[in-house]
């Protein structure tokens, strides 16, 4: 067990002789070596890809024509590709200061966050929950759902090349999960230097200390990538200024307790990669670990409070192989398994000598572990100059969960699957693509799964329209969740059949270049519908369980567009989302969909003869309506979420060649905290949602060192 102390203050000394090394950003680091610990009350006192084209991981690459691997039979531009694929590079998460992926996903389109402080950040995208996204790392599924959501501020960047995201189901090629859509983080695979190494550090006013590094071996056709970081947050309470490097001890009163509270995360990773030939052979290994405190308040003496901690460690294995055969058919095999373990630990604190025990109130100890086993290979050609090509594989997906709540201690549920697409050309310009995929199942009956994609383009106008089936299959936890003590009565259920929905969209885009002007404006739409919802539902006295509830709808239309000149990238776009209201017929004129507007922008200019770089980002979210209770005529009516906007903005100075880059930022700069959600009729709040910091300033200093 980690305790309090060792996180405030062993662990801290350990790691912040790294932080010294790095500059005077680093050095001012070295006083969270004294940790920010309990105060004792007075008598007791103590305290697929593409990589940069330059060696270091922030150096400027040279530029050239994004493409794309997700859900393709060979990387390819992404303006070539059937399906409409969303790229974020790394020069953009570099400029964001983004350290892990909710930091990005703050500033794109159609994509919406929320705050638990314990269960962390979930998204939605296309108005549909985060346990309807396939979140995938190099391919492979990230495992660890938490209430169905992955908690992504749990995904660092530090390695990452680039994101794809693809609206829409990918449910034929990745299975479940994929009703929403899909991102894919692409890590870095290839180097262009024999070795690379390098350091950053990250330090935000708000109380986040973060180191990460990296050294890259590559030894004829071998290479070698070994990254690390630490990510630490000292928590943050709303009217309580956070004073950047104050590590007094916290007293033993109420504000102990934070409203975001304090964590530290560990990351490792290692990727060794054989090329011979047509063939790359690559083994990739990772490791994280977090630790998050939860600090009670002080009972009414002020003498005893109750800490929980949570302890979060996923561990992944796997292995890949890609191969050109005959020059026209690609062979991409992976196989991986990952580990996920998520510890409970509530501790009676006594606030008088700072000892503490193992708590023995019902609930106050809890370990799930879950572990994931797939495979899968597909086999394609990519001939260009054919008008058929095609893509079949196999997708193996064995889950394990064991724990006091999962029923019988333990469950397992395989899932077996082939899957078929082809790319056919009937004319010049024109691209049809139907895919099927077909599964079999041992804990439910699964769907057959069609989709059909079209491309068409003519001159600078290109037109792609989908449909496609996606599913999502009850959770483990949907199935065999067995909770029952004095306050709780839940129960899974073994009947539950899987989500499935049906996606169309349609997108026209316009895509010019002139020179060193690039104009790109895109119009796209899109319209889900979901059946056999699953929701716990209440039966009789305190008991629920899982059931399949009937039906969601969602639809939206955005408007994109995007042009750059010479160092100079600019991006605005409007968005119209609406969700299905379930409740519509239990209350006196509530609509059938209620809609969310959009805006965003972005501009990044990158000043290449002083060596700076500037950007600006920017989201508006408007209103969002929903129904609610009212307590006092008992009765549904409607409610609003208020609207808000997130901005963020940067400068960076490059120096020295480009070794060494220092970033200087601000974040939320309209100083969100929260979201407030009121009564239709009613200018009182109801009650309000996390969702910010509040306004913070950051300092980013990368070094990055290369042999000739």
Known sequence: MINCSSLRRTSYRRHITLSALLSFVL????????????????????????????????????????????????????????????????????????????????????????????????????????????????GVPVIGRQDGDIDISQIMLHNAERIEIIEGPMSVTYGTDALAGTINIITRKSISHNVEAGATSYTESVGNYNLNGRINVRQRNQTIIVSGARNLFNGWRQGVSEKLFDFSALPADSSRASQWKPKIQYNGNLQYTYKLNNTTLSYKGDYFRETIINRGTPDYFGENAVDDYYHTTRIGNAVFANSTIARYYNLNAQVSYNDFKRVKNAYAKDLTTLSESLSEGTGSQDTSKFGALSSRATLS?????????????????????????????KQQIGDYAVFVSAEYKPVKNLILRPGLRYAYNTAYGSPLIPSVNVLYSYHAFTLRSSYARGFRAPSLKELYFDFHDVNHDIDGNENLKPEYSDNYSASLAYNKKIEDVTVKVEVNSFYNDIRNRIDLAAGSGTFYSYVNVGKFKTKGVQLCAD??????????????????????????????????????????????????????????????????????????????????????????????????????????????????????GSATPAFASPYSLGRTYFVKLDLNFNSK
């Open 27 to 138: 050095l001012a680091q070295a006083s969270v070596a004294g940790g920010k610990g309990d105060k004792a009350i007075s008598y007791a006192g103590n305290s697929g890809t593409v990589d940069s084209a330059a060696g270091g991981q922030h150096m400027k690459a040279p530029e050239m024509q994004e493409v794309v691997v997700t859900g393709q039979y060979t990387a390819r531009p992404a303006d070539k590709t059937v399906q409409r694929v969303r790229l974020i590079g790394r020069e953009k998460i570099e400029t964001m200061g983004a350290q892990n992926l909710r930091d990005v996903m703050m500033n794109e389109m159609n994509i919406g966050l929320s705050q638990d402080n314990i269960l962390g950040s979930s998204l939605s995208l296309q108005g549909i929950s985060g346990q309807n996204v396939k979140i995938l790392v190099d």
């Open 381 to 409: 050609t990519a001939k260009p100059e054919k008008k058929l090509n095609y893509e079949v594989g196999y997708d193996i997906n064995i889950e394990t969960g064991t724990g006091v709540r999962i029923k019988n201690k």
């Open 563 to 680: 042009a750059s000149y010479k160092g100079i990238k600019a991006s605005v776009g409007a968005g119209y989302v609406g969700r299905m209201n379930t409740l519509a017929g239990e209350g006196d004129d509530l609509p059938t969909f209620f809609y969310t507007p959009e805006l965003r922008g972005s501009v990044m200019y990158d000043i290449e003869k002083i060596g700076v770089t500037v950007g600006a980002f920017i989201k508006c979210t408007g209103n969002t309506p929903g129904v609610a209770i009212n307590s006092t005529t008992n009765t549904v009516v409607q409610s609003a979420t208020d609207g808000f906007t997130m901005a963020d903005a940067s400068v960076s100075k490059h120096i020295w060649h480009r070794a060494i880059q220092l970033t200087l930022g601000s974040k939320n700069v309209f100083n969100v905290t929260s979201v407030a959600s009121k009564l239709a």
